[in-house]
C-alpha cells in the first residue's frame, strides 16, 4: 500500500468545505427523534449514539470516503495479518510487527497470524497450569498457605492498562484475593503499597519487556528488600512477565517467568501476559478469558467496511472531524461508571503515546494536527468538577460518554422514586443532549451556547467480556487514526530524550555520593540542579 | 474598584507585540545558569523555577504591569477582607463574600474579616472536642470499641479536595486510622467501597453544604441501609458537614453537626470543615492545624506586590502569558510525587469550574479565552504513558512540574549508584529541559522541536504543612487569573442545565416505574434514552 498523508485524500477538501457550515445541534427541533435514533451504531455488543455530534448525512458520506481512500480497513487487516506496521520508511527505527490482536485470537483453528497466536495460546496454556497450582495447594508460601494478594511492579503498558481493567473487574474477584499496584520510580510509592500488605501471602509480578526499565527494576529491589527483611524468600513469591531469554527470564530469581514479545507495545498489552497473570490470578482463568473474547469480537467487527456499522472506525471517523476540521485539540473521556475510574488513565497512554506525533510514516513534517489531549474523570463526579468549563468555557471540548444499562454488584435503592443506576444514566444523557442543545436566557450567565459534540457509547453491564470489547474498540480506533493520519502509532521515540537528559543528571547525583565534586561551568543540568536546592548553593 | 476587561489593560497591547517573537528556549546558550538560576521565585516554602518559560525581562516587565493595571493584588486584598466578590453586576447570582481564607486566618488576633474566622475558630473547637472525645473513648461505637475508620461521603469539592490532601498525607495517618470516600451516584461506587469495611467500626463523614446534593443524599441512603441491614445504629456512626439550620443539621440524625457557610465554596473548602473532620480524624488535630499554617501563610505571601516575590501571582501570569498569549488550550499539571496522585483531579475542579467562563462580571461577552484545560498525572508514571505527545506531538502544552526534594517515608535505597528520590528528581528536571531545549536530529523521528514552555514548583518534603501551602498557592492562582480576566470564579451556573434535563429523563424512568406509558412525540430526551435502549424499542 501507499500510504498518502490525510490531506492529500480527495475528501479532505470535501469535508474542509462541509466544515465551514457544520451541523447546529442547537438549533430548535435539530434533535429529531428520528435522528437521535438513527444515528445508532452497534457492534460488539455497544452501542454509539451519535445524533450529537456536528454531523449529517453529508459529512458522514465524505468520512466514509476518506476511511475508503485512506484504506483504513485494508490496514487494519494488513496490521492484523502481521506486516511491519511499526516503521518509518528510510530511518533507523523499531521496525516491527504490531500483534496485540493475536493475543487475543486464539478462539479458532486458522486465527490471522498462526504464530504470533500459537504464542499467546502457549502462554495462556502455561498461565492454567500455574493458576491451577495456586488453587490446588501446588504453589504456596514458606508456610504452606495459598496467595492471597499479589503486587504488580510495573509502569506504563506493564501498569496502566492493567490496573484501568483490574478496578473495571473488581466486582468479578475471585473471593478473598487482591492486587495492589506499584508504578512509579518515588519510593513513596512502594512505601505506600508495602505497608498495607501481609508480604507472607502476597505474590509479586514483576512486568518489564527489556528487563530493563529504570523504575521497575528499581521498585522491584525496594520489594525484594522488604521480603528480606521480613525474612521470606523472594524465590517462593516473584513472577515474572518479561521477554524470553532477556535478563528477568530467570529461574533462579522467579517462581516463574511468562513471556511478552517484540511485536506487542507496552500500550497493546493489556490482553497478553502483562495483563494476563494478574488478571487470571484476581478474576480466575475464566475471566481474564472473558475479556480476551470481547477483545477478539471488538477486533472482527473492526473489519467492516461500512462506518455506521463498525464503531471503531466511526469513533476515529467522528474524532478525526472534531480535531481536523472543526479544530478542537482535546477529547475528554467521560464513563458513567466507577468501575472506569482508570480508563481514561489508561486511554491516555495508549492514545497520546500512540498518536502524539508531527512526522509521517516517510519522515516528512506534517501540516495537520495528530492525535488530541485525552482526559477524563467518571461521570456523576466529574458534573461536579469540571463540566463547567465544558459547558461555558472558551474552548469547545468534544466529549466521549460511555455507560452502562446495569450496575455491577446490583446494589441499589430507589430514593425519590428512581434507583442511582436511573439517576446515573439520567444524568449520563442529560449530559450529552445539554452539550448539544444548549439554553437560551435572559440573563447570560445561564446561556450555554450549546454545539458542544458528543457521543454516548453504550453496554449492558460492564463484565469481563464487555471491558474486553471496550478495550479494543479503542486500541482499534486509535489505530485507524493513526492510519489515516499517516503515522507510525506504534513507536515512542518521544520519551527518549527526557531520559537522556535524566542520565545526565544522574551522574551528578552519583558523583555526589562519591564526593567527587563537580567542575561547575555552564552545563543547564547542574545550573537546574542548583537552582532547584538540590547540589551546592543556589545563585 | 472598576474592573477592566484583560484586552483593556495598557500592558495586554505589549504582551501581544512581544508574543510575536517569545523568547526561544531551544536556541543554542539560551539556558545559561544566570537565566535558570535567577529565574527563581521563592514564598510559603517553595521555589518556582521558571526559567524554562518562554519570557524574559521585558516579558516579565509587561506582567507586572498588567498585574498591576488589573489591580490583582488589591482584589486580591478585598476578597479576603470580605468584598461580595461572587457577583455579576445587574443579573441575578450568588451575590456572595468569597472567604475560604478566612478559614485559615486563625492564627492572629487581627483577622483579615474577623466573623467568618470567628465562625471557623468556633468549628475548630468543636473538632478539637470531637476529637479528643474520640481518642478518650467518650465516642465509641455500640460495643464500646474506637473508630478505626470513616467513609466520606461528599461529591465534587466535599470529595476531591479533602480526597486529593488524603492521599497527599497518608504517610502521617494516626497508626490504625483509614479513610474511603463515596462520591459517585453510580451504585458501584457505594457497592465496591461497603465491601471492603468493618462498618461497626466505621465512621460515616456526610458532607453536603445545601443538605440537598442528589448524590449525596441518596448515599447516604445505601450507606444507612448497610448499617440497618448489619444490625447497627447509625446514629452513632454519622457526623454531617453542613450548612448551619439546613435539613442536615439534625440531632436525630448524626451524632454531630459540624457547619460550613456560604461564603464558601465548595472547590475552595477543603480547609474548612469538609477537609477538617475527615483531615482531623485520619491526621489527628495537629496535622490539620499544620495544613491550615501553611495555607495561612501562602495566603500572605500572595499579598505581595512583585510577581518576582510572589509565586501565586507570578503562576497565574505564566499562564495568562502561555494561555491568552502564544495561545495554548490547556495546562498539564505533573506532580513528581506519588502522594500527590489526586492533585490534579481537585485542580481539574478548582480551576476549570473557577475560571470556565465566557462572560465577564458584567454579563458581557469576551473576546478572549477564560480557563484552560487542566489534566495530569504523577511522574514518573507520565513520562511512560502520555508525554511522547508532550515532546512530539502536534500540540504545545505548558507543563506546572512539581516536587519535593526528599520523600515522605524516607524507605529508599540505593541501585545504580543512585537513590530512588535522586532518580525522581533528576526525572523531573530533566524533563524540565528536554522540552525546553528539544534536540536536533538527523533521523526526523528524533528530533524534538522544544520550546515547551514550563517551570517546576520544588518544596523540601510533602507535610502537612507543605500541602496546605500548595493547596493554597493554586487556589489563590486561580482567583488572580479570574480576576484578570474580569470572571467571576466564584459561582457556576454551567452545572446548571445538565441537571434541569437529568429531572426531567428522570420523570421519565420514575414514570414507568409507575406503570404509566410515555405520550410518545418527538421530545429529545425521550428519544435518547429509545436510542439507549433504556425504554420501549429502538427506533
Known amino acids: 500500500m501507499m500510504y498518502k498523508n490525510l490531506d492529500q485524500l480527495p475528501s479532505y477538501t470535501t469535508l474542509k468545505n462541509l466544515a465551514s457550515h457544520p451541523f447546529d445541534l442547537a438549533a430548535p427541533w435539530a434533535l429529531t427523534a428520528h435522528r437521535l435514533q438513527s444515528y445508532v451504531c452497534s457492534s460488539a455488543g455497544f452501542d454509539l449514539l451519535y445524533g450529537t455530534q456536528r454531523i449529517d448525512e453529508q459529512v458522514l458520506a465524505a468520512l466514509q470516503k476518506l476511511a475508503d481512500e485512506g484504506d483504513a480497513v485494508k490496514q487494519f487487516q494488513a496490521m492484523k495479518s502481521g506486516a511491519v506496521m511499526n516503521r518509518i520508511e528510510g530511518y533507523e527505527c523499531e521496525n516491527r510487527q504490531v500483534l496485540h490482536t493475536a493475543t487475543r485470537d486464539v478462539f479458532s483453528d486458522a486465527p490471522r497470524e498462526p504464530r504470533a497466536s500459537g504464542q499467546a495460546r502457549r502462554e495462556l496454556e502455561k498461565l492454567k497450569k500455574f493458576l491451577e497450582d495456586l488453587d490446588n495447594g501446588n504453589i504456596v508460601n514458606g508456610k504452606g498457605e495459598p496467595f492471597t494478594g499479589m503486587v504488580q511492579v510495573g509502569i506504563g503498558g506493564s501498569d496502566l492498562g492493567p490496573r484501568a481493567l483490574y478496578h473495571a473487574l473488581a466486582a468479578y474477584r475471585v473471593p478473598g484475593r487482591r492486587v495492589d499496584f506499584i508504578s512509579n520510580v518515588d519510593p513513596d510509592d512502594a512505601a505506600a503499597v508495602l505497608n498495607g500488605l501481609d508480604l507472607s501471602r502476597t505474590l509479586v509480578n514483576v512486568v518489564s519487556k527489556s528487563g530493563a526499565t529504570l523504575e521497575t527494576l528499581t521498585n ?301 561551568g555552564d552545563e543547564p543540568g547542574w545550573a537546574l540542579l542548583q537552582a532547584a536546592g538540590l547540589v551546592g548553593s543556589r545563585g
Open 220 to 520: 522491584e529491589e525496594l520489594v525484594r528488600q522488604a521480603y528480606s527483611d521480613a525474612g521470606l524468600d523472594p524465590r517462593l513469591h516473584f513472577v515474572a512477565v518479561t521477554g524470553q531469554g532477556g535478563p528477568m527470564d530467570n529461574p533462579a530469581r522467579y517462581l516463574q517467568s511468562f513471556y511478552m514479545f517484540d511485536y506487542i507495545g507496552g500500550r497493546y498489552s493489556a490482553t497478553s501476559m502483562v495483563g494476563g497473570v494478574m488478571l487470571g490470578f484476581a478474576l480466575g482463568r475464566k475471566g481474564f478469558v472473558e475479556i480476551l473474547g470481547g477483545a477478539h469480537e471488538a477486533d472482527l467487527a473492526a473489519e467492516e467496511r461500512d462506518i455506521r456499522n463498525n464503531i471503531s472506525l466511526l469513533m476515529a471517523l467522528l474524532g478525526i472531524w472534531n480535531h481536523n476540521f472543526l479544530h478542537c485539540e482535546t477529547l475528554a473521556v467521560l464513563p458513567y461508571s466507577q468501575g472506569l475510574v482508570r480508563f481514561a488513565a489508561h486511554l491516555q497512554q495508549c492514545d497520546m503515546e500512540s498518536n502524539g506525533k508531527s512526522i509521517n510514516r516517510r519522515g516528512e513534517s506534517l501540516s495537520y494536527q495528530t492525535g488530541p489531549i485525552i482526559w477524563g474523570e467518571p461521570g456523576t463526579n466529574g458534573q461536579h468538577a469540571f463540566y463547567q468549563l465544558i459547558h461555558q468555557g472558551t474552548t469547545i471540548i468534544p466529549v466521549e460518554f460511555a455507560g452502562f444499562r446495569h450496575s455491577q454488584y446490583g446494589r441499589d435503592i430507589v430514593v425519590k422514586e428512581t434507583s442511582c443506576q436511573e439517576k446515573l444514566l439520567a444524568n449520563l444523557l442529560a449530559q450529552s443532549l445539554a452539550l448539544a442543545t444548549g439554553q437560551h436566557d435572559d440573563n447570560p450567565n445561564k446561556r450555554f451556547a450549546g454545539n458542544r459534540p458528543n457521543s454516548v457509547l453504550m453496554g449492558d453491564r460492564l463484565t469481563p467480556r464487555s471491558m474486553g470489547a471496550l478495550l479494543a474498540i479503542y486500541e482499534n480506533k486509535i489505530a485507524f487514526q493513526g492510519f489515516l493520519w499517516n503515522i507510525n502509532s506504534f513507536d515512542q521515540e518521544g520519551v527518549q530524550l527526557g531520559k537522556k537528559l535524566a542520565t545526565q543528571l544522574l551522574h551528578h547525583f552519583a558523583g555526589l555520593r562519591k564526593g567527587k565534586s563537580h567542575g561547575g
